[in-house]
Nanobody, 115 residues
Framework: QVQFVESGGGLVQPGGSLRLSCAASTTFFSSYSMGWFRQAPGEQRELVASITRYFRTNYTDSVKGRFTISRDNAKKTVYLQMSSLKPEDTAVYYC?????????WGQGTQVTVSS
């Protein structure tokens, strides 16, 4: 069973930066595309960034140029470098496959952007 553990969130001022990490338990991590999702209060969970097994990346328009997704297959970890953060980036951030496994969601990591 695949499990993900997210970390690295926190409180940051507008314009600041954070780096999120997601550790995966699966042996076959390098074979999977991975994604970062976020869910703000009262909103649906949305996919904000993804990276394929070939390291091809894709971003939702609202984070393009500010967020960078990367992966380290040896560490079975995916990262999300976030910069120029805005209050509207406030959410709980999760990782999963872009077509997510329903039973693999972790606890997420809270990102709060506020002055």
């Amino acid at each position: 069973q695949v499990q993900f553990v997210e970390s690295g969130g926190g409180l940051v001022q507008p314009g600041g930066s954070l780096r999120l990490s997601c550790a995966a338990s699966t042996t076959f991590f390098s074979s999977y595309s991975m994604g970062w999702f976020r869910q703000a209060p009262g909103e649906q969970r949305e996919l904000v960034a993804s990276i394929t097994r070939y390291f091809r990346t894709n971003y939702t328009d609202s984070v393009k140029g500010r967020f960078t997704i990367s992966r380290d297959n040896a560490k079975k970890t995916v990262y999300l470098q976030m910069s120029s953060l805005k209050p509207e980036d406030t959410a709980v951030y999760y990782c999963n496959a872009p077509n997510p496994w329903d039973d693999a969601w972790g606890q997420g990591t809270q990102v709060t952007v506020s002055s």
